[in-house]
């Protein structure tokens, strides 16, 4: 049985990226949301931890060991660069171990105290040799081929809600039957050229809270069904919501909280240990992105603390 433990909180928001004038890439929403974590009524003494870095050992069980020795030394060239959307730094790549590193410890986490939450991760667009849309190091794999590595884990599911395909996840787990991607994301949005996950559901511009809903419901019960999972790692993206810049959906943080309540109680209800990455989240209104991401952690406290 799951403990009633308290559960452990990762944070990697103090590695900041040093990133150029106007980048788009919101990188503020993770220090306000741990400043917002850490002012929360329902935070725990002990609950906030800052991650270690993800070894090289730990990332080639998901990437190429070339490619994370380029990303390491710098040694990617601009088209490279280009395809990830950062400029290379110390600080990027520091980050980007540590994004992994949280994911990883999370999901030990969970396996004790039923679930664990990295307040970043979700990069779910690397793939075995390249990153891709913001993405260096694809954090769920790396975690779940460590969690296989220890014993204590031999199937994982990824639940990935962000608005995106986790391409490079779908990818990398291709041929891998011991890891059931299943992704639900916009059918018309970045990226133009899909993978092909376990399971996949697509859904059309405009798609609202009940609808949404509606299908999440049919593919989680796919997924436990196929995939019979010992773990799953749940990518819950801020960005379906109807506010996001880069959406397209027409979800309203009600429904959003909705859909975290539901897959984190029906793991709940089946004893299943979860770990929580925040994934993307674009919003016109940088603070609607950060309630979203607030309110998924507040109610994975709820449910498993």
């Known amino acids: 049985m799951i403990a009633a433990v308290a559960m452990k909180i990762f944070y990697t928001d103090h590695y900041v990226l040093p990133l150029p004038p106007g980048h788009r890439f919101p990188m503020r929403k993770y220090s306000e949301l741990r400043d917002r974590v850490t002012q929360a009524p329902w935070l725990m003494a002990d609950m906030l931890h800052e991650p270690r870095a993800a070894t ?6 998901a990437h190429c060991a070339d490619y994370v020795s380029r990303v390491q030394s710098g040694e990617l060239d601009s088209k490279a660069m280009r395809r990830i959307g950062f400029p290379w730094t110390p600080e990027m790549v520091e980050r980007s171990r540590r994004s992994s590193g ?10 004790d105290e039923g679930c664990g939450v990295n307040l970043a ?6 793939f075995y040799d390249f990153g891709e849309g913001f993405c260096v190091f694809n954090d769920s794999i790396v975690a779940a081929r460590a969690l296989q590595a220890s014993g204590r884990v031999k199937r994982v599911g990824i639940i990935d809600c962000d608005v995106h395909q986790g391409n490079g996840t779908a990818a990398i787990a291709r041929d891998d039957a011991s890891i059931f991607t299943f992704s639900m994301h916009g ?3 970045f990226p133009f050229r899909k993978e092909t996950s376990d399971l996949d559901i697509e859904l059309a511009d405009g798609t609202v809270d009940a609808d949404y809903l509606q299908a999440l419901a049919r593919g989680v019960a796919e997924t436990l069904e196929r995939a019979k999972p010992d773990f799953i790692i749940y990518l819950a993206g801020a960005d379906p919501h109807e506010g996001d810049r880069l959406g397209r959906l027409k979800l309203t943080q009600d429904g959003l909280a909705a859909r975290d309540e539901f897959v984190l109680t029906t793991l709940r209800r089946k004893d299943t240990p979860v770990a929580v990455t925040m994934a993307g989240g674009y919003g016109k209104v940088i ?5 979203i991401h607030l309110r998924t952690v507040e109610l994975a406290v709820r449910f498993f603390a």
């Open 121 to 126: 991760g979700g990069t779910h667009h690397a």
């Open 56 to 61: 090289d050992a730990e990332l080639s069980r």
């Open 102 to 111: 949280a994911t990883i410890e999370a999901c030990f986490a969970a396996l």
């Open 187 to 189: 059918a018309n949005n």
């Open 287 to 291: 603070s609607d992105t950060v309630d």
